[in-house]
């Protein structure tokens, strides 16, 4: 008799284990292939709200300010390499229900604003909820990043990729830890995003370098419009 319950209690704890394994590879497909799609249009389509009515129209960014709010909207940032078209917008903070899951990219609010001396660094998913880092491993050498505020545009060039532990916050630092060559007075931009996929374990760091500022009255930069094309 106890041999037979034994073994009715292990069927059915393999069946939960294959049910919670079907509900978990359901979840997956759900969130690659429907939500983040989803998610992914959404995200652009508010970035371009800023960016395609008339000036008069025209949705503004908020200044950069200290203790700007978890989640307003500062800055967008294009990254040709994640598709000629792509776009987001930059919400302060790094507050996931705010800021990651809704915005997409996050300020971290202990870095500083674009342009600045030092460190301007942000984070955003890999996986889920647009994913707008999912391609963050493909940067290289040669490849641009532009940022747009409401008076300046600032054009940053790849540096270096890193994969680091969670503790090693540093790598946000003015002068961060790990870039070659990292000085003391340089403009930098850091992005950085969960690794591997669908994990928490590390994270993938990539690194750039500020090479130009220009004022919006001037236009979009040249060098812009030529990889959008």
């Given at each position: 008799m106890a041999t037979k319950k034994s073994a009715t209690l292990l069927q059915v704890l393999g069946e939960l284990l294959i049910t919670a394994g079907?509900?978990?590879m359901l979840y997956v497909v759900w969130q690659v292939y429907v939500n983040d799609p989803i998610q992914n249009n959404n995200q652009q389509k508010q970035s371009i709200e800023y960016s395609t009515k008339s000036e008069i129209e025209k949705k503004r960014f908020v200044e950069m300010r200290p203790n700007l709010k978890q989640g307003a909207v500062f800055a967008k940032i294009y990254v040709p390499r994640f598709g000629?078209?792509?776009e987001r917008l930059i919400g302060q903070g790094t507050f996931q229900k705010t800021t990651l899951n809704v915005i997409g990219v996050g300020h971290y609010v202990s870095s500083e604003w674009p342009g600045e001396v030092g460190n301007f660094a942000?984070?955003?998913?890999r996986t889920s909820h647009g994913a707008p880092f999912a391609n963050i491993d493909t940067l290289k050498s040669g490849d641009r990043v532009w940022i747009e505020t409401n008076d300046k545009w600032f054009t940053y060039e790849?540096?270096?990729t890193a994969i680091v532990d969670p503790t090693q916050v540093?790598?946000?630092?003015?002068?961060?830890d790990g870039l070659e060559?990292?000085?003391e007075g340089g403009h930098y931009l850091t992005m950085t995003s969960c690794h591997p996929k669908w994990?928490?374990?590390q994270r993938i760091v990539v690194w750039?370098?500020?090479?130009q500022t220009i004022d919006k009255n001037q236009g979009k930069p040249v060098a812009l419009i030529e990889a959008q094309k």
């Open positions: 079907l509900v978990l000629k078209n792509y942000l984070a955003a998913h790849y540096r270096q540093g790598v946000i630092n003015d002068v961060p060559n990292a000085i994990s928490n374990k750039m370098s500020l090479i």
